[in-house]
């Protein structure tokens, strides 16, 4: 692992990088022939760009937006806040949340100069060209989601050329075609093994990319552009690419969920595409740290636990569900429900404001991350935590193929069979830690333990199908960094308006009184515990029992608009292109929206 840091350490070096240097993207003094000759320097080049796309938990005290505490992580309907995550509000005067083409240029240099090499075999130049295009396609992926039309560049542009580097935004389709060509290039000539696995970039890698991206395109297509032509195209490629992956039969799910995300190694887990390598005093990261020493001011939402179901496969409030206690007391609430609930919170009880120190704001303690044995040691503390972070998974690849698949058929352009969900969905429930009920086709409903899924809570414009696959992939994948894209890409960030969604801005179910006496019976601390030492939690109604609420003010509500789906072209970008002659066009319900 410490010579894939150092070989990373080397292409700062040589490479340049915007967090760490201000010199040009490229040395100019390596930038030659000879040096693009050599296999081994285009290694480290590649290498220099890892950070940019397969970023892990980043280091020292960097936020990740897996959890939460970023835009990313919160503006999503998983966590009730003390203090709530807005939307942009303002069109900003620079840089809009990475309106910058800087990484575009340095992988549009590697994709030129191995092109033109001559030194280099034909699989090694299409290998290396292949993992190129990926990274363009990745950073394409990340500008075309967060603005959506941006200009193409398909070559390393010099400031002398203003013509080609003040280019007008070309439609979002045109860009993502491109984008998939890139795709399907890097998935066919890309190496299926190049170094250490897990650690550097396969075949595999660009497999389960494409099918990321392509279905996030695909659904962006289908509910924000209602363009089907599009999204059948989009969803069938990020279908596929799940499929061939999946049939590849080289990876299968770890037995503990939980050790995804708290493992001090990932090497050998047979579920790891890509995984991120941490280590005493060579790269160390703080998430496990702000989950295990810091009071929750974000923590799991009513809307997330409820997603959860009951073990016998059945949503908590369907009628039928005769396992679910009710939510008036936390273990009586947590009992018999999907195991990977008790994976990421705190089982032991709530922790509340006014007992706890270290307490959360919805009541519920999400521990995801935290690996017990490290809790006082120090790859446990501070911003020197070890544990590897995933940063593809064999589990995001089979939701993505059963997504992908259910909504073609939704389309028309596929038909769902049981094996679709035995080799996804149901394999995820196989899984030895986490052992659900298997899902059944019958039509379009979705049965288990032959009862017929009816959730009372589902939303009216979601099918039953896709409603539990939606399910079953936030449960799966909490807190990685995905869920705000979700909502995006199905044109549902109402489900993150505190105000639309009110259980957004609710916890757990506290009665004060039988807490106390909970409390003083169980613990017999010195100094009992008090009525009034509760006075901080807020609850929903009068009285000492309710739901908590952290915001009790409604104008301190998150609340979305229609323009929240792209984010702004920041203004000095359209002032600067105007100089050029280009008319840079501002993202709609943004025009007039500036300090």
């Known amino acids: ?17 915007e967090d760490y240097l201000t010199r040009d993207p490229l040395d100019t003094i390596t930038d030659t022939p000879a040096f693009w000759n050599n296999e081994n320097n285009i290694r480290t080049v590649a290498v220099g760009l890892y950070d940019q796309y397969f970023e892990g938990w980043r280091s020292g005290w960097s936020r990740t937006d897996w959890y939460a505490e970023t835009n990313v992580a919160d503006w999503t309907d998983d966590n009730a806040q003390r203090v709530a995550t807005y939307f942009t509000k303002v069109t900003p005067s620079t840089d809009g949340t990475n309106w910058s083409f800087t990484n575009l240029r340095r992988v549009n240099i590697l994709i030129d100069r191995v092109g033109k090499t001559t030194a280099l075999s034909e699989e090694a130049k299409n290998h290396w060209q292949g993992v190129g295009r990926l990274f363009r396609a990745l950073e394409y992926y990340k500008l075309v989601s967060r603005f959506g039309d941006v200009p193409w560049y398909d070559a390393p542009l010099e400031s002398n050329d203003p013509d080609g580097l003040y280019q007008p935004r070309q439609p979002r389709a045109q860009v993502m075609d491109k984008v998939a060509e890139d795709l399907d290039f890097a998935a066919k000539n890309i ?52 499929a061939t ?11 503990d969920y939980k050790s995804l995300t708290t493992s ?19 790269l160390t990261h703080s998430l496990m740290s702000f989950q295990n020493t810091e009071a929750e001011g974000s923590s799991p939402s009513r809307s997330l636990i409820e997603s959860y179901l009951s073990t016998n496969g059945l949503p908590i409030t369907q009628p039928e569900n005769s396992l679910f206690r009710g939510d008036d007391w936390f273990f009586d609430e947590i009992a018999d429900r999907d195991p990977r609930l008790h994976a990421i919170i705190d089982t032991d009880g709530l922790r509340l404001e006014g007992v706890h120190t270290i307490y959360a704001a919805s009541g519920y303690f999400t521990n995801r991350f935290v690996n017990e044995s490290l809790i006082d040691d120090p790859g446990g503390k501070s911003s020197t935590n070890i544990t590897d972070a995933p940063v593809m998974k064999l589990n995001e690849v089979l939701m993505n193929y059963i997504e992908a698949a259910a909504e073609l058929a939704d389309l028309g352009a596929y038909t769902l069979v049981q094996s679709d969900f035995d080799n996804s969905i149901n394999r995820i429930r196989d899984r030895p830690s986490t052992s659900m009920p298997h899902l059944t086709l019958a039509g379009n409903q979705l049965m288990v333990g032959g009862v017929t899924l009816n959730d009372p809570s589902r939303d009216a414009d979601v099918s039953p199908i896709l409603w539990e696959i939606r399910r079953e992939r936030r449960t799966e994948l909490v807190y990685e960094g995905i869920r705000f894209n979700d909502l995006r890409r199905w044109g549902k960030l109402e489900y993150a308006d505190m105000a639309i969604n009110s259980k957004l801005n609710l916890g757990a179910w506290i009665d004060k009184e039988r807490y106390v006496t909970w409390y003083n019976e169980t613990y017999a601390p010195s100094t009992p515990l008090t009525l009034s030492s509760l006075d901080p939690i807020k609850l929903d109604r009068a ?9 009790s003010d409604a104008s301190l509500l998150r609340v979305h608009a229609a323009k929240d789906y792209l984010y702004p072209i920041p203004l000095d970008q359209i002032a600067l292109y105007k100089t050029k002659g280009v008319t840079l066009a501002q993202n709609p319900g943004w025009e007039t929206v500036s300090n």
């Open 1 to 17: 692992m410490k010579r894939i840091i150092l070989l990373f350490t080397t292409a700062l070096i040589l490479f340049g990088c």
């Open 191 to 242: 190496r299926i093994s190049d170094g250490v696995k897990g650690l550097t970039v396969t075949r595999d890698v660009a497999l389960a990319y494409t099918s990321r991206v392509m279905l996030f395109e695909g659904t962006w297509q289908k509910y924000n552009e209602n363009n089907s032509e599009a999204a059948r195209r989009y969803l069938t490629i990020a279908k596929d690419a799940a």
């Open 245 to 255: 992956l999946m049939q590849s039969n080289r990876y299968s799910l770890a037995p």
């Open 264 to 282: 001090i190694s990932l090497a050998g887990n047979p579920e790891m595409i890509l995984y991120r390598e941490y280590e005493t005093s060579v």
């Open 543 to 551: 009285g000492n029992a309710g739901y908590l609420k952290p915001i």
